[in-house]
């Protein structure tokens, strides 16, 4: 039976299981692979749905599937959003996806505008996407770079997304791009409510997909500062912030909220 800690609800019924990967869902083997055979298990009694949000590549997430035993996902939501993949055998992603992203968009422009920062370090090229430029970026630069960066891309008419977090990593996203969009793409295409969805994650990439409608939120006890000040300035009754880390913290709060019994 699935019990909704906010709603008092009993049901047995689908979710949508959402999770970050690196720190999340992935950083404690024997958590994770008892909470694969109880997601599994609800996948194949009950049709959840499980979808891994990260902001690696499809590549670099690949990779990671190699190293861990990590579940054949529903649907792939990578490179922080900007990118959904349904089918582990095809390359390309989601075309209507992509084409919600278009909209204001000028990826030559972005990475003109930003090349005037020295502060701006440059990804891997394997993680600079067509709609994502992503830099490394310190704490203490980013505190006077981000304000300028910011207002140089809106006088150029770009109409983009900052995202920065781990203190370390700085993506420029589309304005409809991010984590938490992209799950709401999926809802309706799946036609899953938001308290039927259950989303974890650990830092600052992920704040958008605890503001999905009333989603399920769980930060796992080893959360990025950046992400434990959000959750302590935007408390709800609907996110949970557990002590266990990883994949321990996710089953704690899939628990508290009633999604699995096991």
């Known amino acids: 039976m699935q019990l909704d800690q906010v709603s008092g609800e009993v049901a047995v019924t689908a979710f949508l299981f959402v999770s970050d990967l690196d720190n999340t869902l992935v950083g404690d083997d024997n958590a994770l692979k008892q909470l694969n055979q109880l997601l599994s298990q609800h996948r194949q009694d009950y049709g959840t749905k499980i979808v891994y949000a990260t902001g690696r590549s499809r590549k670099s997430y690949q990779e ?25 055998g095809n390359d390309n992603p989601d075309p209507a996806w992509s084409e919600k992203l278009l909209g204001g968009w ?26 994502k430029v992503s830099y490394l970026l310190t704490e203490n630069a980013a505190l006077e770079v981000l304000p300028l960066l910011k207002a140089q891309l809106s006088d150029r008419g770009l109409d983009v997304n900052l995202i920065y977090s781990g203190g370390k990593d700085l993506d420029i996203l589309p304005r409809n791009a991010n984590k938490g969009l992209a799950v709401q793409f999926l809802q309706e295409r799946w036609g899953l409510e938001s308290t039927k969805t259950v989303a974890c994650g650990d830092s600052g990439n992920d704040m958008a997909l605890f503001s999905v409608g009333e989603s399920r939120g769980i930060i796992v006890g080893n959360a990025q500062p950046e992400l434990v000040r959000w959750y302590e300035e935007n408390r709800a009754d609907y996110r949970y912030l557990a002590q266990a880390y990883c994949a321990g913290g996710i089953l704690e709060g899939l628990r508290y909220f009633g999604f699995l019994d096991g």
Do not use: C, M, N, W
Not at 64 to 88: F, H, M, N, W
Not at 107 to 128: F, G, N
């Open 64 to 88: 990671l599937k190699a190293r861990k035993q990590l579940l054949d996902p529903d649907a792939l939501i990578a490179s922080v959003g900007t990118e959904i993949y349904q089918d582990e």
């Open 106 to 131: 000028d990826r030559d422009l972005a990475v003109a505008t930003a090349a005037h920062y020295a502060d701006l370090v440059p990804q891997d090229d394997s993680e600079q996407r067509p709609f």
